[in-house]
């Protein structure tokens, strides 16, 4: 028993550092500009983070790593260690959204109105019908938290956890100024809008009650099928 334990735990090793990696990036955000940054700890290399890219983490950093002093600093190289685990910054930031119990979601996304900013860069399979229901309405309209309670009848736990994982990963605003044009409801044939738009006629919110589903005709949500890269 004990060697089985053992073997999960080297197994699920690197995931529990690109967790720990998520966690502390989300503590820090504030300090993490545009760039090419790296955590060490002392002088341990524990993770490489382009703000714009990918992220990189040891296989065998531990939690306690990230909370025993671990500090930012731009990086200089663009070399990553061979054994350091990677994966994009928006679906390392978009998995640890959806299962942390922290809530990510500021304050003021609560109170004023929410932009449609653009598709996340993360896989299709990643998203639920309740994150294509959310695009969708904010494609078409701004709203506010409550308006989209009313709207797409969620209680505010769980609106809160799904527009989070939208917001971390850069989908959704509060700044008018950064929200992309709205979408009309029947697209014009000859529009040069793109077309990686997922359809919603097969994705029906089926997590929604049919009377608590909207009544817009539009059945588009702004979800690409492969990250946009």
């Not at 983490?57 to 990677?86: K, L, N």
């Not at 910054?89 to 304050?107: F, K, N």
């Not at 309670?149 to 605003?173: F, P, W």
Request: net charge neutral.
């Amino acid at each position: 028993m004990v060697q089985t334990l053992r073997q999960f735990e080297t197994w699920l090793a690197p995931l529990i550092a690109q967790f720990s990696l998520a966690s502390h990036i989300a503590e820090h955000q504030t300090a993490l500009s545009s760039g090419r940054f790296e955590l060490k700890l002392n002088s341990q290399l524990l993770a490489v983070v382009d703000m714009h890219g990918d992220a990189a983490v040891r296989s065998t950093a531990r939690p306690d790593d990230f909370d025993a002093g671990a500090m930012w600093d731009r990086s200089a190289t663009s070399e990553v260690p061979e054994h350091f685990v990677r994966a994009s910054l928006s679906e390392l930031m978009w998995q640890y959204a959806i299962r942390t119990q922290r809530d990510l979601l500021p304050r003021h996304y609560r109170t004023g109105l929410l932009y449609f900013r653009r598709a996340p860069r993360v896989t299709a399979n990643l998203l639920k019908d309740s994150h294509l229901l959310l695009m969708r309405e904010l494609m078409l309209q701004p709203a506010s938290f409550a308006d989209l309670q009313q709207r797409c009848g969620m209680d505010d736990e769980r609106m809160a956890r799904e527009l989070a994982a939208l917001y971390i990963v850069g989908t959704i605003t509060s700044n008018a100024k950064r929200a992309a044009r709205s979408v009309p409801r029947q697209q014009d044939p000859d529009s040069s809008l793109p077309n990686s738009h997922l359809n919603l006629d097969s994705i029906v919110p089926s997590e929604l009650p049919a009377h608590r589903r909207p009544a817009s005709t539009d059945l588009t949500a702004p979800a690409p099928l492969r990250p946009d890269h």
